[in-house]
């Protein structure tokens, strides 16, 4: 019996995917004030995100540094007399001294040393034991704190890169829970992980145990990320969806606009820690108010519920209570009889189909690169001779016109030929930077390609979302989630260490990459003015009809 019913029930289901709910969710956004509702519920938590990911620059501030010397240090000298005296060259960093007899430099006081200094062959270096920090340009850091530099700088990224580890692994593993469990359970767990783990790490005092909550607040901000951007776009049609989608990045912008006055205005890593931790109690009010999926709550055959969010049963044109009471058990029972290699299964659904699989790397390249390219350029600043403070304020300032950017671009053109230009022109500042002087005049030109570079990502963002059906569209946003995450992971090591070389490398790669981009995007659809498919079969059905088309055309 039941499995005679099984295919007319997804048949009926299906039907009012398509076109009831699409009425029913448009009569909603009609309601602007509702709609304004769920961009802040959705958005908002993206401001947490923003301050987390480019906090490292001002926790992990690298200030000039070389070895302290004890013995002088005891005789109160001052910094500036001990560099002199210690540190071969004049270059802001040194991880070596002199191997001078410092017990008679004490004695004989400065103007002694100096002239002895003067005058005699100099000894062999020897490594630091230990660092004296200018504090003048940066307050207390972790580095400062655990002396993440020299030898181990890789450490000092390595902070920056495990929040991208925890994104990369929350990215895959709560889309695939949030499209088993539901968008609004993900999001509440998402969110408790995340007001716990941001205040707890300023007040860590190891750093292997800070690494660790890192690793957390990573693994959260991914959750409460990649879960409210697929419910903002659930919850609209396509005749706000553009809006909303590019919107909602903005809150990102804001984030960076806070850091670096959050950062001037306290005097020790750990004052920022908390000065970006605690506002993200207000989570609660998300974690009462946001509302489920229901396109979500429908392909999980809980129609009641569905209903309920969109105001009358009647609006998914179902008039039959048993029929709801029945489509609700049975997504019950489903999921009572399915175990956790859903994860796998639904992962490999992604792979499915050739046009599938295609879409699916293309994407995951796209958000590699918008990701690489982002982080490399805010975290570049140290590299262009900049005041840290000024150039992430301005990262923010300058983000908020290429998020909107694409509002008017889309309404005219489509989403393909508006991403391969954008990515095109973010390529172009990249290379024309070589030929400019460092500092502000590398910096100003570097924003036009950021404007560009934000706005493309906003595109591609939107895109990949009418790319996939909603059975796996959220198993898609999670895993492009996780493999963008390999920007950040990578950005850190780029920057610190490649950028040390010769400071226009990361720049330059990102001008090559955002030309490739361009070019993978010619190899995917247009999905302007298209319903959002909510099935695997319904996109096989829809690329046989096309094959069809095209057969008859040719015949």
Excluded at 117 to 140: I, L
């Amino acid at each position: 019996m039941d499995g005679q019913e099984n295919p007319k029930n997804n048949n009926m289901r299906s039907e009012m995917d398509s076109i009831t709910l699409e009425n029913a969710l448009e009569k909603k956004c009609k309601n602007h004030a509702w709609l304004a509702w769920i961009l802040f519920l959705t958005a908002s938590p993206v401001f947490f995100n923003s301050v987390h990911l480019a906090s490292y620059v001002f926790l992990g501030g690298n200030p000039s540094f070389f070895c302290n010397i004890p013995e002088l240090s005891a005789a109160n000298w001052t910094k500036e007399q001990i560099r002199k005296i210690s540190s071969p060259g004049e270059g802001r960093e040194s991880c070596v001294h002199y191997a001078w007899n410092y017990s008679l430099f004490e004695d004989w006081g400065f103007d002694g040393a100096l002239r002895y200094f003067n005058k005699m062959p100099k000894p062999d270096v020897v490594k630091c034991s230990s660092y004296v920090y200018d504090e003048d340009s940066f307050h207390q850091t972790i580095v400062t704190e655990w002396d993440l530099v020299c030898d181990d700088l890789p450490l000092r990224s390595t902070v920056q890169s495990t929040v991208a580890i925890g994104k990369f692994c929350g990215a895959v593993f709560f889309g695939l829970i949030s499209d088993r469990f539901g968008r609004k359970r993900t999001f509440i767990f998402s969110a408790i992980l995340y007001m716990i783990a941001g205040p707890s790490a300023a007040f860590l005092t190891n750093y292997a145990a800070f690494i660790l909550f890192r690793l957390l607040i990573g693994l959260a901000g991914s959750g409460v990320y990649d879960t409210g951007y697929t419910l903002l776009l659930e919850l609209t049609v396509k005749n706000y969806r553009a809006y909303v989608g590019n919107m909602f990045n903005v809150a990102f912008s804001f984030g960076l606009m806070y850091l670096p006055l959050a950062a001037y205005l306290t005097n020790n890593w750990r004052q920022l820690q908390l000065a970006i931790s605690i506002p993200m109690f207000l989570l609660l009010i998300h974690c009462w108010f946001m509302p489920e999926s229901p396109r979500w709550l429908i392909t999980a055959g809980k129609l009641e519920k569905a209903s309920h969010i969109l105001g009358s049963v009647e609006r998914l044109g179902i008039n039959d209570p048993e029929q709801v009471s029945h489509l609700n058990s049975k997504g019950r029972s489903d999921s009572r009889s399915e175990n956790w290699c859903f994860l796998f299964k639904d992962y490999l659904k992604l792979f499915s189909t050739f046009e599938l699989a295609k879409r699916t790397l293309i994407c995951y390249y796209l958000w590699f690169l918008g990701n690489l390219y982002y982080y490399l350029i805010a975290l570049s600043g140290s590299n262009f001779d900049v005041n840290q403070y000024i150039y992430m304020g301005l990262n923010g300032v300058i983000e908020i016109p290429g998020f909107l950017l694409p509002l008017p671009l889309l309404t005219y053109f489509g989403r393909k030929s508006c991403g391969i230009v954008l990515l095109i022109i973010s390529g172009i500042p990249m290379f024309v930077i070589l030929m400019l002087p460092q500092g502000w005049p590398v910096m100003a030109v570097t924003f036009i390609g950021r404007l560009a570079g934000a706005a493309a990502n906003g595109v591609i963002m939107f895109q990949t979302l009418e790319l996939f059906p909603t059975e796996s569209r959220n198993t898609a946003m999670g895993s492009c989630l996780t493999m963008a995450q390999l920007g950040p992971l990578l950005a850190p090591y780029i920057v610190d260490i490649l950028g040390k070389k010769a400071w226009w490398i990361p720049t330059t790669l990102c001008g090559s990459l955002a030309f490739l981009g361009a070019f993978c995007l010619m190899f995917l659809p247009e999905t302007k003015n298209t319903p959002l498919l909510d099935t695997i079969n319904e996109m096989k059905f829809l690329e046989k009809k096309a094959a069809c088309k095209d057969s008859e055309q040719i015949s």
